[in-house]
């Protein structure tokens, strides 16, 4: 029984090669659109399964769900942290 080999390099958010060590580090403090865009892609091509994703960074799988959903439906820019809020509700508290 063969398993499935991950791939080495995909097609990055940016248009680049993504490879693991493009990956973000475990001490960066930001999350940057791009960044989680990094993520998602590296998740939907097999780079790094969603499991050892959430293990690595201490995401919830709300989190990377609503990274996926909003990459899905609005690209790179969709992933800016004033965008998920507003998607949260109208009774999410306003700062």
């Excluded at 690595?56 to 790179?76: C, D, H, N, P």
């Amino acid at each position: 029984m063969a398993t499935a080999k991950q791939p080495e390099t995909i097609p990055g958010p940016d248009g680049n090669p993504l490879t693991v060590w493009d990956l973000p580090l475990l001490h960066e403090q930001r999350w940057t659109p791009l960044r989680k865009a990094r993520i998602v892609v590296a998740v939907q091509g097999g780079l790094i399964s969603a499991d050892e994703v959430r293990s690595r960074y201490k995401l919830t799988i709300e989190e990377l769900e609503i990274w996926q959903r909003e990459f899905e439906s609005s690209g790179t820019k969709g992933l800016r942290v004033t965008r998920i809020k507003r998607r949260k509700g109208p009774d999410s508290p306003k700062k």
